[in-house]
Nanobody
Framework: QVQLVESGGGKVQPGGSLELSCTASGSIQSINHMNWYRQATGKQRELVARITSGSSTMYADSAKGRFTISTNGAKNTVFLQMNSLKPEDTAVYYC???????????WGQGTQVTVSS
């Protein structure tokens, strides 16, 4: 089992910045992906950014150039630095830990991000 605890959401004006963090604990495998998803009201959950245990990263087109995903040295905390926020970034953001053996997904509780003037 893996437990994920998120923090860092809130309300910010357009153009502002927020940093989300997610700390994993429990039986963390050495090979995994850590992901940030988001779900806006009335929309499907979508992948925003990913960082692998090998430190490779990928971003949704909507996040490229504005968001940065990173981890701490122990690789048990993942961050999502969000800059130049737009109203369309408003959503509940979920941390996800994907393990491969066996394949399983763990989810954080979600944190609300609201971008509004």
């Amino acid at each position: 089992q893996v437990q994920l605890v998120e923090s860092g959401g809130g309300k910010v004006q357009p153009g502002g910045s927020l940093e989300l963090s997610c700390t994993a604990s429990g039986s963390i495998q050495s090979i995994n992906h850590m992901n940030w998803y988001r779900q806006a009201t009335g929309k499907q959950r979508e992948l925003v950014a990913r960082i692998t245990s090998g430190s490779s990263t990928m971003y949704a087109d909507s996040a490229k150039g504005r968001f940065t995903i990173s981890t701490n040295g122990a690789k048990n905390t993942v961050f999502l630095q969000m800059n130049s926020l737009k109203p369309e970034d408003t959503a509940v953001y979920y941390c996800n830990h994907h393990q491969f053996l066996p394949p399983r997904d763990y989810w954080g509780q979600g944190t609300q991000v609201t971008v509004s003037s």
